[in-house]
């Protein structure tokens, strides 16, 4: 599986104590993934990548992201 290096605290993808965070807004999934967040919420609105919503915010579980990035079957673009 390809690795995102999600936990670069360049990218803030790690908590402040440099745990790995498991979950991502739309805005730091694109920054991350260097896709657009039009990209983004059309792969979420066509059931290609998965997330939740919590209140007001919609995030994306980083496992989602690595899954999409990697090519793994099942998730295209």
């Given amino acids: 599986m390809t690795n995102l290096s999600l ?3 360049k990218s803030g993808a790690a908590n ?3 745990q790995r ?3 991502y807004s739309i805005a730091e999934a694109a920054k991350l993934t ?3 967040r ?3 919420y059309s792969l979420l ?3 290609r990548l998965a997330s939740v919503k919590i209140g007001n915010r919609r ?3 980083s496992a989602a992201l690595e ?3 990697s090519g793994e079957p099942g998730v295209h673009c």
Avoid: E, K
């Fill in 38 to 40: 039009t990209t983004l």
């Fill in 21 to 23: 965070r498991i979950a």
């Fill in 34 to 36: 260097g896709l657009g």
């Fill in 7 to 9: 936990q670069s605290s």
């Fill in 16 to 18: 402040d104590d440099g």
């Fill in 67 to 69: 899954r999409l990035v």
């Fill in 45 to 47: 609105g066509n059931g």
């Fill in 59 to 61: 995030l994306i579980h």
